[in-house]
């Protein structure tokens, strides 16, 4: 799927006889035909390693700016205002896209080559990372992050509020729902030990 929805945005803008893509469905079958069934897994290698970072990078970074910011720490209880974690999450959502940005690159450069003519440019991650660099300079690597970062961090920033309100609301609820089923069990021994036909005889023999 990343494959199909990076050929067909290479192509937008075009008029639609110079198309080469139809829609999803034609340009699997177009790569499968022209590069293999592999093509369609081109660049997994970067998305993998970009993916996987970009959340260790995330996750760790709101932590961090939660303990710095807020001096909340993981499992003291402490529930953020909106406000805040919505700044943690716009600083966390920012470290991604720069940790991420060289993954980034390379994926769409080996996404975009074309195979049909046997030889390709990069015939891999890191060699795509070597030459991007000798080539254009390291921070060619990085190219592209500024539309990211104001893409990315925003909704990282309304997904965080969410998040931490959400969890407040269903900490909240588990201990109402603890606390009425303690008393409902409490309830129902007493209950049980009212009607229970042991009690009622010790209780005629304690009358006597």
């Known amino acids: 799927m990343e494959m199909m929805g990076n050929g067909l945005q290479q192509q937008k803008g075009l008029n639609p006889e110079q198309l080469k893509y139809k829609g999803p469905i034609h340009c699997a079958r177009t790569i499968v035909r022209e590069e293999g069934i592999l093509g369609l897994w081109a660049g997994a290698a970067p998305t993998v390693m970009r ?7 995330m996750f ?6 939660d303990a710095i910011l807020w001096k909340k720490h ?10 805040q974690s919505m700044i943690s999450g716009f600083l966390a959502g920012a470290c991604g896209p720069i940790c991420t940005g060289p993954f980034d690159v390379v994926k769409t ?3 975009a080559q074309s195979r049909s003519g046997g030889e390709v ?8 990372i070597r030459l991007i660099a000798s080539e254009e300079g390291v921070l060619a690597l990085w190219k592209g992050l500024l539309p990211r970062l104001m893409r990315i961090p925003p909704g990282q920033a309304i997904v965080w509020a969410v998040a ?4 407040k ?9 603890h606390v009425f089923s303690s008393k409902g069990a409490s ?8 009607i229970n036909p042991r009690h009622a005889i010790t209780g005629h023999r304690n009358c006597r």
């Open 51 to 57: 993916n996987g970072t970009n959340q260790a990078a």
């Open 60 to 65: 760790t970074a709101k932590n961090a700016f």
């Open 74 to 83: 993981e499992g003291d209880g402490k529930v953020l205002q909106p406000w």
């Open 109 to 111: 450069r080996l996404m």
């Open 121 to 128: 440019k990069y015939k891999g991650m890191f060699h795509a």
């Open 164 to 167: 931490d309100q959400g969890a």
């Open 169 to 177: 609301y269903i900490i909240e609820w588990t201990a109402r729902v």
């Open 187 to 194: 309830i129902v021994r007493s209950a049980t030990a009212a």
